[in-house]
């Protein structure tokens, strides 16, 4: 299956609820910039944030989430995963380390920790670990997986005490939150004093984003496979280095730094996509190289002291 079928097949994050504010700076007079599947893709003129026009209520994402797992589509091949899921958790243990150092000592949280890879590498690079996710299915495959906590629901609402951590992971969980500040503000309750937040998103000021958008607007039926891609169904909000800032202070965290990340399917599901796709691909990585920059994003936050 081609990734962006895969994409496809997930389906569509639940709605219904409109978006009449920015998910930042609350500014109302949010502006159309594309049709994605899931409707129009807003745009903030205040702060430059790109939002979907509706999400929906936590019950119903998560009852989403316990239906379409991580990666469904792209790592599952005929039930197997041949290793896979392991070289993701490996690949963003690494990415973490190389961003904050080789630390391997204390307690970590890792918000969304779907089905619980990354916290058992963690677990065995030295971290007494705990996992937060919204899905059923993924925290019951999680703590079969993993040796410490799971805990079903949001950061906010599963009793975990404040200051507790001294350091949070949420790779690939931010364009998926419908409220990220209030998220945000619940997460860095959660951390210590002087401990870290590292998070992996969507870059959304990647430089080949605005060649993208108009050919998106150009040729809609053609280019309909990496638009899916691009802002697939399951986010909501899309943040960029310019702006990502911005966010973390306004949830009481000081940014620290932002770095290129390429992304998971360039790494490990390349071979996936057809020739023409893989070529383009291929060139992109080059570009971005040379440019120093990604569609994806690493970023470091502290709390102070």
């Known amino acids: 299956m081609d990734p ?3 994409v496809r097949a997930r389906g569509i994050a639940p709605g219904g609820v409109p978006r009449t504010l920015c998910p930042l700076c609350g500014d109302p007079n949010l502006q159309p910039l594309l049709t994605l599947r ?27 989430y316990s239906a379409v797992l991580a ?22 243990a690494d990415a973490m380390e190389e961003l904050c150092g080789p630390r391997r000592h204390g307690d970590l949280l890792e918000i969304g920790c779907s089905r619980g890879h990354l916290l058992a590498e963690l677990q065995e690079r ?31 609402h599963v009793g975990l005490e404040p200051s507790s951590f001294d350091r949070v992971a949420m790779f690939d969980v931010l364009a998926h939150l419908p409220q990220p500040r209030q998220t945000l503000s619940d997460v860095a309750t959660l951390i210590r004093p002087g401990g870290e937040l590292v998070l992996s998103t969507v870059n959304e ?28 169904g399951q986010h909501y909000c899309y943040f960029g280095r310019k702006n990502v800032g911005r966010l973390l202070e ?50 470091l936050a502290r709390k102070p002291r």
């Not at 990666?71 to 490996?90: N, P, S, W």
């Not at 000021?205 to 697939?232: C, Q």
Request: charged share 25%.
């Open 4 to 6: 962006a079928d895969a």
């Open 38 to 64: 899931a409707g129009p893709l807003l745009e903030c003129p205040t702060c430059g944030v790109r939002c979907t026009a509706e999400h929906g209520e936590a019950s119903a994402i998560h009852a989403y």
């Open 71 to 92: 990666h469904e589509g792209k790592a599952d091949v005929a039930g197997r995963d041949d290793g896979v899921f392991e070289a993701i958790a490996r690949t963003q």
């Open 126 to 156: 030295g971290w007494t670990v705990t996992g937060v996710d919204v899905s059923d299915a993924s925290v019951e495959e999680a703590r079969s997986r993993s040796r410490g906590d799971v805990l079903l629901g949001e950061p906010g």
């Open 205 to 232: 000021d990647w430089p080949l984003v605005p060649l993208f958008l108009r050919a998106f607007r150009a040729f809609p039926s053609r280019t309909a496979g990496l638009r899916d891609e691009m802002y697939e």
């Open 250 to 299: 306004s949830a009481g965290l000081e940014l620290v730094d932002v770095r290129p990340l390429e992304p998971i399917s360039v790494r490990l599901f390349l071979h996936q996509y057809g020739l023409a796709k893989r070529v383009a691909m291929i060139g992109m990585r080059r570009i971005d190289r040379v440019l120093g920059s990604s569609r994806k994003m690493l970023v």
